[in-house]
């Protein structure tokens, strides 16, 4: 699988209804003893990552997450953005996910994710 479609697997694991379904893609993409990181949480392993998904939607059932953005990536990390919405295909949120790759390119080792735009400068 390509990174792209990596990637996209992730984003299906934040957005399947079904845990059982969640484990599955999740399992697929994510490395043993990865971890995932955002200004709310952080987890290790993917039971934690999943514990944490459930948290989530519950908070906005049958939403799910969208990647908004090409897939850029050099040396093992890539970047993309991407767009939470909820069950009406509202944005409830958007962010930048930072991930780095198993030498490989199988997995994902470990996620960094960062909320909303970054802040202009502000005039000089």
Do not use: N
């Not at 059982?20 to 490395?31: D, T």
């Amino acid at each position: 699988m390509d990174t792209t479609e990596l990637i996209d697997r992730y984003c299906l694991a934040w957005s399947d209804p079904q845990p059982a379904q969640r484990a599955v893609l999740l399992e697929q993409v994510w490395a043993a003893g990865a971890t995932y990181t955002d200004p709310l949480a952080h987890a290790t392993g993917s039971a934690e990552l999943l514990a944490h998904i459930t948290r989530v939607q519950a908070r906005r059932p049958r939403g799910k997450v969208v990647r908004t953005s090409v897939v850029d990536i050099h040396h093992g990390i890539a970047r993309f953005a991407w767009k939470a919405v909820d069950a009406a295909g509202a944005t409830v949120i958007h962010g930048i996910d930072i991930a780095f790759l198993s030498a490989d390119g199988a997995k994902i080792e470990r996620i960094l994710g960062f909320f909303g735009a970054l802040e202009p400068l502000p005039p000089r």
